[in-house]
Nanobody, 115 residues
Framework: QVQLVESGGGLVQAGGSLNLSCSASIGISSFSRMGWYRQAPGKERELVSVWFGTRTTYYSDSVKGRFTLSKGYSTNSAHLQMNDLSPDDTGVYFC?????????WGQGTQVTVSS
């Protein structure tokens, strides 16, 4: 079992920044994949950014150049630095990891960007 706790969401104006954190209950080097998804109201959950155990990091086209995924091995955490936010970035952001073939999700943190 893995517990994931997200934090750092909130309300920000367009053009602003937020830094989301995902704290895991075990060392993140155990995960074959770790990243962030988001779900806007009335829409399906979509992939934002993900780190693969091969050191490859993926970003969706909509966030590329604005978001940065980083890992804190000593703190068992992952962070999503989000810059130049727009109202289209509004949604609930979920941390996701893959461990031995099983997906684990956090409870989500709300990000709201006002125009």
């Amino acid at each position: 079992q893995v517990q994931l706790v997200e934090s750092g969401g909130g309300l920000v104006q367009a053009g602003g920044s937020l830094n989301l954190s995902c704290s895991a209950s075990i060392g993140i080097s155990s995960f074959s994949r770790m990243g962030w998804y988001r779900q806007a109201p009335g829409k399906e959950r979509e992939l934002v950014s993900v780190w693969f155990g091969t050191r490859t990091t993926y970003y969706s086209d909509s966030v590329k150049g604005r978001f940065t995924l980083s890992k804190g091995y000593s703190t068992n955490s992952a962070h999503l630095q989000m810059n130049d936010l727009s109202p289209d970035d509004t949604g609930v952001y979920f941390c996701n990891v893959l461990l031995r073939g099983e997906n684990y999700w956090g409870q989500g943190t709300q990000v709201t960007v006002s125009s």
